[in-house]
């Protein structure tokens, strides 16, 4: 096979890989690009995930498009359940099942996964997470005749689906190791804020705690705490972090922090191999999981890929997070910046800003009303990169 006629192969049909092509053929309508996806391939928002159950979504309902509509949309060809089981990089080829597969360039969009905490007891089997519409499927399942879901971690996702859930007329209990929600994101008093607003909307808090068990009672779970308080409930949801899905990439002898380490102009260590998205580490060990950066990601590899050459550059990009009991917006301070938080206001309309040394602005949150400065704080807030 020629080089012309080699395709790009994009691992992964999410928000990542999906961007990638979508921006790739703005520019190159002629080569072929294929798409790998571990699923089914169907196209939906990630986003939606934690959002859908009050609104009574079911996994099918949320498919924006299935993956022949999508392949058509954005001109490639997709291939369902289809995993990259080796990568040579030297050799520019990739093993998917019994077949190999060569490439001329190759974009890693491999995601992540949800993190696994090992619990004690024998309920552990029964834990669910959500990272992808097929894991929704799985816990919609098991969440749609339970009473009471127990929530482990009270950072964005598990305060997320704090809210839909209790809005959809379920029992939610939330642990946290830390004393706040979103405690390595929100100042004291910001954290407490929307602690209160999900707990005015029945959500029930033990921060301070961890799990100590989950074993087996009847069709329900028992949960014990470390400090021994124990309760029975329906579903229980593993909300501790991602996990960026570096395997294939590791095991091809490229390099590896945080997450697959790529330059200013999203390329790994190998040449022709390009990484973005939940997988990737951007710089300093700085792995963002959110839309607004993958978009502008996209665009840097999409100029890559016809041999441009473009750097990234990151504006602020603020995060909102989608729990209307307590609506809360936040730019976090860059690691280990020097500074502190100054909080004005009254809860739940609060403004937080991270001030550095010199006063300057380096980070803020803004809940309640005073999210509506969100624009002039995204101009005053510097570049994350």
């Given at each position: 096979m020629?080089?012309?006629s080699k395709?790009?192969i994009i691992?992964g049909?999410g928000?990542?890989?999906?961007s990638v092509a ?13 798409m ?6 169907a ?6 995930l934690s959002?859908?159950?009050?609104t009574?979504k079911d ?11 999508l392949?058509?949309?954005l ?38 996964y ?6 004690e ?16 499927s ?5 969440a ?13 996702i ?15 209990t939330v642990?946290?190791?830390l ?10 008093q910001?954290?407490e804020?929307?602690q ?15 799990v ?9 779970t028992?949960?014990?705490l470390?400090?021994g ?15 960026p899905?570096t ?5 091809a002898?490229?390099?590896i ?14 040449a022709?191999?390009y990484?973005?998205?939940d997988?990737a580490e ?6 963002l ?5 993958i ?21 602020a990009?603020?995060?909102v997070?989608?729990?209307?009991a307590c ?13 502190e ?10 403004e937080?800003r991270?001030e ?5 602005l ?8 005073v ?5 002039a704080y995204?101009?005053?807030l510097?570049?994350?990169?």
């Amino acid at each position: 096979m020629s080089t012309a006629s080699k395709p790009v192969i994009i691992i992964g049909t999410g928000q990542a890989g999906t961007s990638v092509a979508r921006e790739f053929r703005k520019l190159d309508s002629d080569t072929p690009v294929l798409m790998l996806s571990s699923d089914d391939g169907a196209g939906y928002y990630k986003p939606n995930l934690s959002k859908a159950y009050a609104t009574g979504k079911d996994a099918d309902g949320l498919i924006t498009a299935d993956a022949a509509k999508l392949a058509e949309q954005l001109g490639v060809e997709i291939r369902p359940h289809a995993m990259a089981a080796f990568l040579n990089p030297q050799e520019k080829t990739l093993r998917v099942g019994a077949e190999t597969l060569e490439y001329s360039q190759l974009v890693l969009a491999t995601g992540a996964y949800c993190k696994r905490i090992p619990f004690e007891g024998d309920a552990v089997q029964r834990l669910q997470s959500v990272n992808n519409r097929l894991d929704y499927s799985r816990f919609r399942a098991a969440a749609d005749n339970a009473r009471h879901v127990t929530t482990i971690g009270a950072g964005l996702i598990g305060c997320e689906f704090a809210n839909d859930l209790v809005s959809a007329g379920k029992q939610v209990t939330v642990i946290d190791l830390l004393s706040w929600p979103l405690g390595r994101l929100l100042p004291q008093q910001a954290g407490e804020a929307l602690q209160a607003g999900l707990a005015e909307l029945g959500v029930r808090w033990r921060l301070q705690q961890s799990v100590q068990s989950l074993t087996t009672h009847g069709e329900q779970t028992s949960v014990t705490l470390a400090d021994g308080e124990q309760w029975d409930t329906d579903v229980v949801l593993s909300a501790v972090g991602l996990q960026p899905a570096t395997d294939l990439a590791r095991a091809a002898g490229i390099d590896i922090g945080n997450g697959i380490v790529v330059n200013a102009q999203l390329l790994t260590s190998a040449a022709d191999v390009y990484a973005l998205g939940d997988c990737a580490e951007l710089g300093a060990g700085l792995v963002l999981p959110y839309i607004a950066p993958i978009l502008h990601c996209a665009k840097v590899i999409a100029k890559g890929l016809v041999g441009e050459v473009a750097s990234l550059s990151l504006p602020a990009m603020p995060v909102v997070v989608k729990t209307p009991a307590c609506p809360t917006i936040i730019s976090p301070p860059p690691v280990g910046a020097i500074g502190e938080w100054r909080v004005s206001g009254e809860a739940p309309d609060l403004e937080c800003r991270f001030e550095g040394t010199n006063n300057e602005l380096l980070g803020c949150a803004l809940l309640g009303e005073v999210g509506k400065q969100r624009m002039a704080y995204q101009r005053e807030l510097p570049p994350v990169m």
